[in-house]
């Protein structure tokens, strides 16, 4: 069992910044790729960014292309998101999730998923 939890979140005036931890409980961390979606109130869940297992592949929206970064550090089972100039339309639960490939990830094919972050960015 893959245990996610994800930390970071909060309030924070629109074109501010923050970063989302994501800490994996698992071994085999870096076999896994790893991604961020997030759910605005009375949405579905989307797809916000998602790395590939090595790190060398990142995929972003095209709502948050520029302004947010996704990168993961295996030594220490743990994926990150750098959001900056934040806006507020990226306001909402942010969830990490982990899945075999980059591909499956996106369409979540048996996705390991974290418990949530609530993000509010105010104008």
């Known amino acids: 069992q893959v245990q996610l939890v994800e930390s970071g979140g909060g309030l924070v005036q629109a074109g501010g910044s923050l970063r989302l931890s994501c800490a994996v409980s698992?071994?085999?961390?870096?076999?896994?790729?790893m991604g961020w979606f997030r759910q605005a109130p009375g949405k579905e869940r989307e797809f916000v960014a998602v790395?590939?297992?090595?790190?060398?592949?990142?995929y972003y929206a095209d709502s948050v292309k520029g302004r947010f970064a996704i990168t993961r550090d295996n030594a220490k089972n743990t994926m990150y998101l750098q959001m900056n100039s934040l806006k507020p339309e990226d306001t909402g639960v942010y969830y990490c999730?982990?899945?075999?490939?980059?591909?499956?990830?996106?369409?979540?094919?048996?996705?390991?998923w974290g418990q949530g972050t609530q993000v509010t960015v105010s104008s």
């Open positions: 698992r071994h085999a961390f870096s076999n896994y790729a």
């Open positions: 999730a982990a899945g075999a490939t980059v591909p499956d990830l996106i369409r979540n094919v048996n996705n390991y």
């Open positions: 790395l590939s297992s090595s790190g060398a592949g990142t």
